[in-house]
């Protein structure tokens, strides 16, 4: 059976760094990409950052020159590294996997930005 597993959270000051990562125990064939998602409180869940097997990567605009995706692909752990973070990336994050079959997910990290 496939697991995601988060970590890296928790309660960080604005300006301040985190790194999350995400390993997998089990086997996902054909992995086309992945990614990780955020849910604020009251929010949908919107994307953070994409990067693909072919390395093509998407980043939300809110992120863009703040965050950095990068992953492993021989151990299939992917990271965000989260720099200058602001209170409202305050969320629950979701790591990714996504194969042409079906979308693996973690069951999310908390990361709250508060002074």
């Known amino acids: 059976q496939v697991q995601l597993a988060e970590s890296g959270g928790g309660l960080v000051q604005p300006g301040r760094s985190l790194r999350l990562s995400c390993a997998t125990s089990g086997i996902i064939f054909s992995i086309n990409a992945m990614g990780w998602y955020r849910q604020a409180p009251g929010k949908e869940r919107e994307l953070v950052a994409t990067i693909t097997t072919g390395r093509r990567i998407n980043y939300a605009d809110s992120v863009k020159e703040r965050f950095t995706i990068s992953r492993d692909i021989a151990t299939k752990t992917v990271y965000l590294q989260m720099n200058s973070l602001k209170p409202e990336d305050t969320a629950v994050y979701y790591c990714?996997?996504?194969?042409?079959?079906?979308?693996?997910w973690g069951q999310g990290i908390q990361v709250t930005v508060s002074s």
């Open positions: 990714n996997f996504r194969n042409s079959v079906r979308d693996y």
